[in-house]
């Protein structure tokens, strides 16, 4: 059986982010492919460890900066190796690319990070957004990109801002969004009239859901004053003693925390509210929103890569138009009849764009096709090959300094 080593962030928790639900679904089609996966993190033992288990995949700790990593993955010899986000591949890749150098390498982007960081220092006032002159988190990330032998794109606005403003040769890239097995049964969803309150949901330790809450606070009593008994329910892993202290009973702003089940909270709720100021990638807690029935009112940063504007779920604003945005709010969860077009409009967006079976096809179509060929690509590929002998001259001997300077502590 062909054998693949994902080398993760963290354990993926589908539970906590759109991030960790994106690694399963990507480890799902690997064994459709025919892969036996091990998952591998530095991050220590968590109860998704456990859960890896339970679907076939064999795990293991990893250590940055340690020359056991080299003994442990030479004697595993997958033939592809996934690079979980590119700081993943910067602390690996050199390892992996010396002792199995056959191996297929491939970057989950899951988003890109240089582009978030863009639009939050724009948002933060730190800096005007601009590509160019890339940005040392840019010139990182775009490195690893292009010393992979495939990157995989979450977005279709990033693979347009790769290949069209940066000229990364789509050779290197390939399309696969968050994807969804079916569409939803419209009988199995409750409509308006069962449904009730606001809600917001988003993991805690993601900056960009963290400064839409502080938008919120401001936003929801504009909302609150319109609707009175309406509330605004606020979900997400992480909610440390700040977001907490955000709860206001009597206001209607009810911080929930962690909610193990999502789906209750987007089959019970009328509306769902994201006021993303910066981010990148797909969110999924929006198209989450359309697969469960819930209209919802974002910004243009919420809905990039899933919708245009004039073809939401709901209303999509310009980030910061909080009278426009309370306008909107107010008018989805009292007019039932926008509500229900908002509602099936979610659900063509996702059968016509999201569906799981064409996607993941294309991508075991394209993974085969390139490790079929990886010798060639790789011959022809001269900026990767650069790049590659760079990154192994400059982490290799910086990381030997490290392992022998923890070595000497001990």
């Known amino acids: ?95 992996v690319a010396e002792q199995i150098p056959e191996a297929m390498r491939i970057l989950d982007t899951e988003d890109l990070h240089f582009l978030r960081d863009l639009r939050r220092r724009e948002v933060m006032n730190l800096h005007p957004y601009s590509l160019k002159p890339l940005s040392e988190l840019a010139k990182r990330e775009l490195a690893s990109i292009l010393r992979c032998d495939l990157s995989l794109i979450i977005s279709e606005k990033e693979m347009e801002l790769l290949t069209t403003e ?5 050779k290197h890239l390939h399309y696969i969004p968050i994807v969804f097995d079916k569409a939803r049964s419209p009988g199995n969803i409750p409509g308006f009239s069962a449904r009730s309150d606001f809600m917001f949901i988003g993991n805690f330790k993601h900056a960009p859901n963290v400064d839409a809450l502080q938008q919120l606070k401001t936003i929801w009593p504009k909302i609150r004053k319109q609707l009175p008994k309406a509330s605004l329910n606020v979900y997400g892993a992480y909610a440390g003693d700040k977001i907490m202290s955000l709860n206001d009973n009597a206001g209607g702003l009810k ?85 229900k077009r908002a509602a099936i409009k979610g659900e063509e967006i996702l059968e016509g764009r999201f569906l799981e079976s064409g996607h993941l096809n294309r991508f075991l179509g394209r993974l085969e096709e390139r490790r079929e060929t990886l010798e060639a690509y790789r011959s022809s590929d001269i900026i990767g090959s650069i790049l590659n002998t760079n990154h192994q001259l400059a982490y290799r001997y910086l990381s030997k300094y490290i392992t022998l300077k923890n070595l000497q502590k001990n």
């Open 1 to 95: 059986m062909k054998k693949l080593l994902i080398i993760g962030h963290r354990w993926p928790d589908p539970t906590a982010s759109a991030a960790g639900s994106r690694m399963l679904q990507l480890i799902k089609a690997l064994q459709q492919g025919g892969y036996e996966i091990t998952f591998s993190t530095t991050e220590t033992d968590s109860p998704f460890r456990e859960k890896l288990l339970n679907v076939g995949v064999k795990s293991q700790t990893i250590s940055v900066n340690d020359d056991g990593f080299d003994v442990w993955v030479r004697s595993l010899n997958p033939d592809v190796v996934v690079f979980d986000r590119f700081m993943m591949e910067e602390q690996f890749g050199w390892r």
């Open 255 to 339: 911080i929930r925390g962690y909610i193990p089940e999502a789906s209750e909270a987007f089959l019970s709720h009328r509306v769902l509210l994201a006021p993303l100021r910066f981010g990148a990638g797909l969110k999924g807690k929006l198209l989450e929103s359309m697969y469960f029935g819930i209209p919802s009112v974002t910004t243009s940063v919420g809905s990039e890569g899933i919708a245009a504007a004039n073809d939401w779920s709901g209303f999509t604003l310009t980030p910061g138009d909080h009278n426009l945005f309370v306008e909107k709010a107010v008018k989805l969860y009292s007019e039932p009849e926008d509500w």
């Open 166 to 170: 940066l000229n990364i040769d789509g």
